[in-house]
């Protein structure tokens, strides 16, 4: 993907959409550094508890790109990821596209998925062909260049770190509108980290391919 930007730059990342899943739980435990406490040098240090993320929980879907969130799926329980289901709300997401993205569609959307079974059955990719949606390579096992999971997912569950939700609504409400009052800039740092990302990876294979 890197060659692809060199080539476009900026045009590129602008057609990138991407998509990941996560479990948002009814009780977040609060971060380290979220917790850490200010004191004295002399003081005590603080006593600590082993928190644990509450059995309540959401499968929480995300779709976005460097303007922000274009469409949310919360998996209703007892339903599982299939490709299915998948092929379902990629059509919603199309759906939305073209009320919040139209020009987008025109043209052409770069799709950035990571190798779940859901996303790379064949009837996913028949749906993606079928949706004129192009997608885009991701390595195996790839964490640091998946955008949700470096960037996006744990700023969340930061904001959701200690608090308590009694529903599963309560959950959702509270997702959508941290997204909702989330600024256009955070989502737009993501992609370019990621450029900055791709650049390590191939100095790291090259150092490594040296050795």
């Not at 009814?26 to 200010?38: D, N």
């Not at 256009?184 to 990302?197: G, N, P, W």
Request: net charge neutral.
């Amino acid at each position: 993907m890197k060659e692809h930007f060199d080539r476009e730059g900026q045009d590129f990342l602008d057609r990138i959409i991407t998509c990941d899943e996560t479990w948002v739980h009814h009780f977040t435990p609060e971060s380290k550094r979220a917790s850490k406490q200010w004191k004295h040098a002399d003081s005590p240090p603080p006593k600590t508890f082993r928190a644990i993320a509450s059995a309540g929980k959401v499968m929480t879907s995300v779709f976005w790109d460097k303007c922000g969130v274009i469409h949310v799926d919360f998996l209703p329980h007892g339903a599982t990821i299939n490709s299915e289901y998948y092929c379902n709300v990629l059509s919603d997401v199309h759906m939305h596209l073209r009320k919040k993205r139209p020009g987008l569609i025109t043209k052409g959307i770069l799709f950035l998925q990571d190798n779940a079974r859901a996303h790379t059955a064949h009837r996913t990719t028949c749906t993606l062909q079928q949706l004129g949606w192009e997608g885009l390579p991701h390595p195996p096992y790839s964490l640091d260049l998946a955008l949700s999971d470096f960037h996006l997912f744990g700023t969340l569950k930061e904001f959701l770190g200690g608090q308590h939700f009694s529903t599963d609504d309560e959950v959702k409400q509270a997702v959508l509108g941290w997204f909702s009052h989330t600024d256009k800039s955070f989502y737009a740092e993501a992609f370019q980290a990621l450029v900055k990302r791709w650049d390590k990876c191939i100095n790291v294979a090259e150092e490594y391919v040296k050795k």
